[in-house]
T-cell receptor
Framework: EAQVTQNPRYLITVTGKKLTVTCSQN?????MSWYRQDPGLGLRQIYY???????DKGDVPEGYKVSRKEKRNFPLILESPSPNQTSLYFC???????????FGPGTRLTVL | QKEVEQNSGPLSVPEGAIASLNCTYS??????FFWYRQYSGKSPELIMS????GDKEDGRFTAQLNKASQYVSLLIRDSQPSDSATYLC???????????FGTGTRLQVFP
């Protein structure tokens, strides 16, 4: 089954404790992206990647890091999480030149 | 001015009616426009894309694009309670690979 998976689905952590949210797709897509979704602000892009070792900032990259060492994986790293990073995070992927972005199920992160 | 604007709603329509959802965008050079549906607690899913002025129909859904006026709309004919969701408008900004989303319009279809 073609899918985008994210782990963990739910995470409660404390300020300053480094964490990684994993994202993996099995569709051989070149393009992968991370979004955060907040009430009243909608979906905002954090980082995206056009292919292995190619990443670029979205609209709200501060406080986040990403890497793209393999085509299928695009982890989101929070080196020192803060409460304002409490949000719902979505990973998405698509094939270059196509319309459809496939979204993962989401990761609800709470930073205390 | 926000880059992509939508009325947050809720938009309430009776079953069987036409639901009309609207979106305006700021970048006149935008080329690609999308409508996503998001059920509560779920991830967004693409339902329509449109690139040129005019209408594009897919089943009960029609997307309309007017680049001169910088708006894109989504019509849902014969609305069903299962259409109740938040509808997100998304725009590919000129010369970028970034997809900018509106905040979404919540649609409620009542029996």
């Amino acid at each position: 089954e073609a899918q985008v998976t994210q782990n963990p689905r739910y995470l409660i952590t404390v300020t300053g404790k480094k964490l990684t949210v994993t994202c993996s797709q099995n569709m051989n897509h070149e393009y992968m992206s991370w979004y955060r979704q907040d009430p009243g602000l909608g979906l905002r892009q954090i980082y995206y990647s056009m292919n292995v070792e190619v990443t670029d900032k979205g609209d709200v990259p501060e406080g986040y890091k990403v890497s793209r060492k393999e085509k299928r994986n695009f982890p989101l790293i929070l080196e020192s999480p803060s409460p304002n990073q409490t949000s719902l995070y979505f990973c998405a992927s698509s094939a270059i030149g196509t319309d459809t972005q496939y979204f993962g199920p989401g990761t609800r992160l709470t930073v205390l | 001015q926000k880059e992509v604007e939508q009325n947050s709603g809720p938009l309430s329509v009776p079953e069987g009616a036409i639901a009309s959802l609207n979106c305006t965008y700021s970048d006149r050079g935008s080329q690609s426009f999308f409508w996503y549906r998001q059920y509560s607690g779920k991830s967004p899913e693409l339902i329509m894309s449109i690139y040129s002025n005019g209408d594009k129909e897919d089943g009960r859904f029609t997307a309309q694009l007017n680049k001169a006026s910088q708006y894109v709309s989504l019509l849902i004919r014969d609305s069903q309670p299962s259409d109740s969701a938040t509808y997100l408008c998304a725009v590919n900004m000129r010369n970028t690979d970034k997809l900018i989303f509106g905040t979404g319009t919540r649609l409620q279809v009542f029996p």
